[in-house]
């Protein structure tokens, strides 16, 4: 169904639905890897585009279409491109944007294999690729060079919370005949829409708040233009970065909550970060909903809200951060976040435990950084939770 002039409500719930010949209420798993032509024309017809009928599920599906179709009114796109990850989202579009002796500016402080990628993959291919605080705009226009096709950021930023300017970094990339790209996993397009403030194409990572229940990992993809977007889709067809349909049905569930999990979530937030920001073995936070923010204002012009994701810091540092690992109960030790339980990660001495502190550093990674992603449960538990977690650091 068609809701481009409903409300963002609305959308959640029917954008991208459509009518079977059984009245299904909600859109079924077209659980099938190919479809039968109904004949040697309409097979002609499909491969040269004058049917829409569907041929083979790496191309498309109609359960992945639908949620395609649903993501795109909710970002206020052109169309969606399901990925059977967030990486696979990421590395679609350098794969269709980027080519030998192109150069990308990403923001410094972006999800680790994000960086990654192009540090150890997309260079052997003779891909440049420069990182840059690019909550500094200053930062980015001194990084453009004549090769450079692609602006990437990130914002918030994971972990560091920082924030990008999305509408200054459109205006930087118009001026340089650039296209922006924005990692949207940390807002959803419930809280940010960045193509409404310029940007070319917008991703996400599915896995965390737009499916919103931890049990699926997904990607998506999302353009402003026809162009772009047959650009896109034919790299996600050609190296089969597709979903699948089961993971299409489930996302089409989550999605119909976004609203009310982060309405939810960040109603949470809020009073978590108050309460860490008070409490004295807490030696900083970063919660883009705290005046203390350095972003707050940016924050509060270009999102919708605040979020539910925050990192923050112990006095006691690094074995600080370990010992809270192990006093928490409710918060669950996991990677990942946005999903309807709160999770709790301390990323040196879990995740980024191998890797060098320049490396660390680099992704805006202190021994003391504790990432929070809260979660729907009742706040009171929440806080009292990481107050048992953080007396325990202190009692011997
Ligand atoms: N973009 C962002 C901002 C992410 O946080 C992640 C995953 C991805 C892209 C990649 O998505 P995936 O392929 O996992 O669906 N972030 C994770 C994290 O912070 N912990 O575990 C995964």
């Known amino acids: ?191 940010q829409k960045p193509l409404d403030l310029g940007a070319d194409v917008v991703l996400h990572s599915i896995t965390k708040f737009i499916n919103g229940h931890a049990d699926i990992v997904g990607g998506v993809i999302v353009t402003k233009e026809v162009e772009l977007y047959k650009k896109i889709r034919h790299s996600m067809v050609y190296m089969g970065c597709n979903m699948d349909p089961t993971q299409a049905f489930m996302v089409l569930r989550g999605v119909k909550t976004l609203a009310l999990r982060i309405e939810r979530a960040q109603e949470n937030a809020i009073k978590v970060a108050e309460f860490l920001e008070s409490h004295p073995e807490v030696e900083w936070i970063k919660y883009p909903g705290l005046k203390s923010h350095p972003q707050y204002e940016l924050a509060k012009k270009q999102m919708n809200g605040f979020g539910s994701m925050m990192s923050f810091g112990l006095k006691g540092g690094y074995e600080a951060g370990k010992k809270l690992m192990d006093h928490v109960h409710l918060a669950l030790l996991a990677v990942s976040l946005g999903g309807v339980e709160t999770l709790i990660q301390h990323p040196a001495s879990m995740t980024h435990a191998a890797v060098s502190k320049e490396h660390k550093l680099a992704a805006g990674i202190t021994d003391d950084l504790i990432r929070f992603s809260v979660g729907i449960e009742d706040v009171e538990d929440i806080i009292e939770d990481l107050n048992n977690g953080l007396l325990s650091i202190y009692n011997k």
Do not use: W
């Open 1 to 191: 169904m068609k809701t481009n002039d409903k409300g963002f409500n609305t959308k959640l719930i029917h954008a991208g639905a459509f009518d079977d010949e059984f009245g299904s209420a909600t859109v079924p798993i077209y659980q099938t890897s190919t479809f039968r032509f109904k004949s040697a024309q309409h097979g002609a017809d499909c491969f040269s585009g004058k049917s829409d009928g569907y041929i083979y599920t790496r191309i498309a599906n109609p359960t992945i279409r639908a949620f395609e179709q649903n993501i795109a009114e909710l970002e206020n796109g052109y169309d969606g491109i399901a990925t059977s990850s967030g990486m696979a989202a990421i590395t679609t579009v350098h794969m269709a944007l980027l080519g030998a002796g192109s150069h990308i500016i990403s923001s410094d402080a972006i999800y680790g294999p994000a960086r990654g990628v192009l540090e150890q993959d997309f260079s052997r291919f003779n891909v440049e690729a420069t990182f840059v605080n690019t909550s500094k705009i200053e930062n980015i226009i001194q990084a453009i060079k004549p090769n450079t096709k692609v602006l990437y950021i990130e914002t918030p930023a994971n972990p560091t919370m920082e924030i990008t300017d999305i509408a200054a970094c459109s205006k930087i990339a118009k001026e340089h005949n650039l296209i922006l790209v924005v990692d949207n996993t940390f807002c959803s397009p419930y809280l």
